[in-house]
């Protein structure tokens, strides 16, 4: 593969670490002697404002990684810190997208959006204007009022990127958001997210299965190995900012594909060494 994307370049604007994972193991006993180790020795840091996608096999522990980054797990081993400090539990300056949207039944898309600035037991009316123009900016203009069962899939999602925004995190942890979707909608969803990231720079995680979508959305690029997961390989991405969709197109970005795409295969097996 060319020169030009194994170099592990930072962004210029990326100049600090907002998130460092230290020799992170994590081990679930589960009420049994067969312990199950998830994850193994896991090392990497990311710089404030940078996009990283982490990749690798089904069930390899990528999610239970980002759970621990957000302070929803924690480590058996190892230590994280967010903004230089460790973390012990959830915090607010982390916002989380889950695989499903998660919206609440009963109550508006407004009023999901506005949810966790209850939860917080923050002035709603001071955050009424923000979350109003957030759905906006994701095509949700009249559409506040509507009950998560008269929205689209697509639609749902939109109003959760806008409640894991709302309160303005430094740092987005993404699961899976987009996994559920058909390929014409998640599409869709990618430029959107592409978009509002170019347009908030926030320290993003992005967990997927989706090789062209980790390359389309990040600068780094993270393999994990089959469990216990480890990671096998940190990979810049080359492609400047702002993106345009049609970078999946080029011939570039489809050799970074099919190298990622022959790294995972192989870390089938690494984890298992």
């Known amino acids: 593969m ?3 994307f194994v170099q592990n370049r930072v962004p210029a604007a990326a100049t600090t670490q907002c998130v460092e994972v230290i020799e992170v193991s994590k081990i679930y006993h589960g009420g049994t002697q067969n312990a199950v180790e998830a994850v193994s020795s896991v090392n990497f840091s990311v710089p404030h404002g940078q996009f990283v996608a982490i990749l690798g096999p089904s069930g390899c522990g990528k999610s239970t990684l980002l759970m621990m980054v957000g302070g929803l797990e924690a480590v058996t081993t190892g230590r994280i810190e967010v903004d230089g400090s460790p973390m012990a539990g959830p915090r607010t300056s982390i916002g989380i997208m889950f695989q499903d949207s998660t919206l609440l039944p009963w109550k508006s898309a407004l009023d999901n959006v506005l949810f966790p600035i209850k939860v917080l037991k923050r002035p709603v009316q001071e955050y009424h204007d923000n979350a109003h123009a957030l759905l906006d ?4 203009y009249g559409f506040a009022q509507k009950k998560p ?15 894991a925004l709302v309160y303005e995190p430094n ?9 559920a979707l058909d390929a014409i909608t998640r599409d869709e969803m990618n430029g959107l997210l592409l978009d509002l990231w170019q347009q908030y720079t926030k320290t993003a995680l992005f967990v997927t299965h989706s090789i062209r979508e ?3 959305l990040a600068d780094r690029v993270l393999v994990m190995t089959q469990r216990p997961a ?4 940190d990979l810049t991405i080359p492609f400047a900012r702002p993106r345009e969709m049609s970078i999946g197109e080029s011939r570039e970005f489809n050799e970074i594909c099919g190298h ?13 060494r």
Request: with cysteine.
């Open 171 to 179: 740092v987005l942890l993404m699961d899976e958001p987009f996994s």
């Open 149 to 163: 069962h008269e929205l689209s899939g697509g639609m749902r999602q939109r109003v959760s990127i806008c409640r």
């Open 2 to 4: 060319p020169d030009s």
């Open 137 to 140: 900016r994701v095509g949700l």
């Open 260 to 272: 990622l795409r022959e790294r995972i295969e192989h870390s089938h097996f690494e984890g298992r």
């Open 230 to 233: 480890t990671i096998v390989e």
């Open 214 to 216: 980790a390359v389309m």
